[in-house]
């Protein structure tokens, strides 16, 4: 491989320099290697052949077998293009070229045999066909088998680098470098074990599959191949560095502890819960430096794990905090703690930008002092003057909304980096959470606390508004809130701020004996304050806003979320605004507000709200239809690598076998340093760019 990788795509015969500039351009395709590794996206049945009379809906490119009768050069300048008549004696279809129109025009001719392969366009009743693969007939070598489709950018197709130019480049570069002698990258007992496709054999079918079975053990050769050099990256240089680093060791667990659980604690904790407590218990003993990621939804109960965290720091002698995205969630925190912390005698404080100088001073002094126990704060936690006399634990609530130059400032807490929790309420695929975060073990709170009843969520039109109206009604009057969510989206902010101040005002007219407030992204933050408060204190008993309430206000008594415009949100938000009900004991309801003309996509999207409250589903769902690279809640920048021919959101069982084979071979070979560790070593040198820095999340 090193081989094809020194070799420049431009000596490749029929490349030359012109079109290496090119390719390396627009599809980063830089040597022999790159090209081979360049795959089809999709493939077509190149034996099938279509009659023109049995077209009908919307169909994929297919071939046709007929001749051209007219061809006529219509428009001037940039609207001059060729259109031709095709027939194959069951019905004519238009074929129509806007590039090299005089070449095209010179080059077909009527009554001559030809093969077209193209997509057919339905317009007014009428097939056509644009800019087709055109193949003069040979009765004697008729088209046939798998033919691989390549993703090419619109430069290219002007430049008149179609798929057939990479099918032929990719032809020339098979023959001329006996792919199939090529040599083994996975150790022998794997390829094996999994029954796999010797590489060289998947290369060549993956470009010229004789069938589709080869096709497909081709794939999942490939898939295999590259999930799991992906897997042992991680592991090998994530897992390698956080095992290295020393931690420190929370040797007991004390009397804080024990006297909250035994004496305290208001309902029994979950088989989840304790698991996770387990878990984090075994990490802080351990003498390494733990970093877990939380995930749990909405209303499971991650504060109260969070707390048993942080007293088992104090039972050890060292501080603890919580650092939360907006100033009303960190302020939900420290009343929920405050108040646990008062029956065991634990002091805590309130840190954000509204904390005013004296007590500000106050808090900065018993800091320091370690008289002060917990501190819950926003990004005010990471300011220079905050200092801790001995931080021991740092929870991060609903991570992704932090940067990680701020999260990283938590660790210059302390002399030794303290132990990280990083909790999050945006459910993320365990495929995506092993791989994106590769260097956070993952625990999960998968049981909703007991007396929790389900969110009922309906899908209802424009035109049932008024029945929705009513529903509010009937609950509002049993002394219930609600909660109307807009969406706002910044391309279209006035139109969206605009329907937002009108639904309010609609909102008012039709409930004229109830206070409804309204908030959003654009207030003064003492307004938006001010206007949720009125709503988490009862004294209002409808709230309109926009997502600013997607994470933060616990409002229990609320049990209705109408979301209008359903259609414009992504199922992880959704999910995560309909994780604002449901958190007391009364039935919650959720209400999706839609236009009824939708797409298949989209339709899909809010009947999987209608179907399941799993956080879980909702977001494997999410990735299969958004794809890895765009889940809210991984990284604010997509996924840091790019996957050719594997998918984490279909290819979850691939993941985990070769995360358990990458696990497996680091086991007995840490270091990789035996005969195979060393190949193994060496290939993940030349597919990794070892500039590139995962980092440690948090």
Excluded at 129 to 144: L, R, S
Aim: net charge positive; hydrophobic share 40%.
């Amino acid at each position: 491989m090193n081989q094809l990788m020194r070799k420049d795509v431009k000596y490749l015969y029929g490349v030359g320099p012109k079109r290496a500039d090119l390719l390396a351009k627009e599809l980063d395709i830089h040597s022999f290697y790159d090209l081979l590794m360049y795959f089809p996206f999709r493939y077509v049945d190149r034996s099938s052949i279509y009659h023109i009379a049995d077209l009908q809906g919307d169909m994929p490119a297919i071939q046709l077998k007929g001749r051209f009768v007219t061809f006529n050069v219509q428009g001037e300048g940039a609207k001059r293009r060729l259109v031709a008549l095709f027939t194959d004696g069951t019905g004519t279809i238009e074929v129509v070229w806007f590039n090299r129109v005089k070449t095209i025009a010179e080059t077909y001719h009527t009554g001559t045999e030809y093969i077209l392969f193209g997509k057919p366009t339905l317009f007014k009743n009428s097939y056509s066909i644009i800019h087709p693969e055109v193949d003069v007939y040979k009765p004697d070598a008729p088209p046939t088998g798998l033919l691989g489709i390549y993703n090419l950018t619109e430069k290219l197709r002007n430049r008149n680098f179609t798929s057939r130019t990479m099918q032929k480049l990719v032809t020339t570069l098979l023959e001329s470098v006996a792919v199939r002698r090529l040599p083994e990258t996975l150790p022998p007992s794997i390829v094996q074990r999994h029954h796999l496709m010797p590489l060289g054999e998947a290369l060549f079918n993956i470009h010229t599959p004789t069938d589709v079975p080869s096709l497909q053990q081709a794939q999942r050769r490939l898939k295999y191949e590259e999930l799991f050099f992906l897997q042992l990256d991680i592991l090998k240089n994530i897992k390698g560095q956080s095992r290295k680093l020393p931690g420190l060791r929370f040797a007991h667990v004390g009397q804080l502890f024990n006297d909250f659980y035994l004496h305290h604690l208001e309902f029994p904790l979950t088989g989840a819960q304790k698991r996770v407590i387990r878990e984090i218990r075994n990490d802080t003993g351990s003498g390494h430096q733990m970093n877990r990621l939380l995930q749990g939804d909405v209303g499971s109960g991650k504060t109260i794990v969070a707390f048993l965290s942080m007293l088992i720091a104090l039972d050890n002698g060292y501080q603890a905090c919580i650092m939360a995205p907006t100033e009303i969630l960190a302020t939900q925190h420290y009343e929920s703690l405050s108040t646990m912390a008062q029956h065991i005698g634990v002091k805590v404080a309130l840190l954000t930008g509204s904390t005013r100088k004296k007590a500000r001073e106050a808090i900065h002094e018993q800091l320091r002092s370690g008289e002060l126990q917990i501190l819950i704060g926003t990004h005010a936690l990471i300011e220079e003057e905050v200092k801790f006399r001995n931080l021991g634990l740092a929870v991060i609530d609903e991570q992704h909304r932090f940067g990680v130059a701020q999260r990283a400032k938590l660790w210059k807490k302390n002399v030794s980096p303290p132990h990280v929790l990083v909790m999050t309420a945006t459910p993320i695929p365990r495929t995506l959470a092993m791989t994106v975060y590769g260097d956070l073990d993952v625990s999960v709170i998968d049981e909703l606390p007991p007396g929790r009843k389900p969110v009922t969520t309906r899908l209802r039109y424009e035109n049932q508004r008024q029945e929705m109206y009513h529903f509010i009604g009937t609950e509002l009057r049993k002394g219930r809130q609600a909660y109307i969510v807009y969406p706002l989206i910044e391309e279209s902010e006035k139109l969206d701020l605009k329907a937002l101040e009108e639904g309010y005002e609609i909102v008012r007219e039709t409930f004229p004996s109830y206070r409804v407030c309204y908030v959003h992204g654009r207030m003064k933050p003492a307004e938006k304050d001010h206007q949720m408060q009125l709503f988490a204190s009862g004294q209002a008993n409808i709230l309109v806003a926009t997502t600013v309430i997607e994470v933060g206000v616990n409002v229990p008594n609320a049990s209705v979320m109408v979301i209008e415009n359903a259609e414009r949100f992504g199922l992880s938000q959704l999910h995560q605004l309909r994780g604002r009900v449901g958190r007391g004991a009364d039935q919650s309801y959720c209400i999706l507000m839609s236009k009824h003309e939708l797409s298949k996509d989209t339709r899909h999207r809010l009947e999987v709200m209608t179907q399941t409250n799993d956080g879980f589903v909702v977001a494997e769902e999410d990735m299969k239809l958004r794809g890895p690279g765009d889940m809210e809640g991984t990284q604010q920048s997509g996924i840091a690598f790019n996957l050719r021919i594997s998918n984490l959101a279909t290819d979850g069982l691939i993941v985990q076998a070769a995360r358990d084979d990458a696990q497996q071979i680091l086991d007995a070979d840490p270091d990789l340093t035996t005969p195979q560790g060393r190949r193994l070593d060496a290939e993940l040198r030349t597919r990794f760019n070892r500039t590139q820095h995962w980092g440690l999340i948090s």
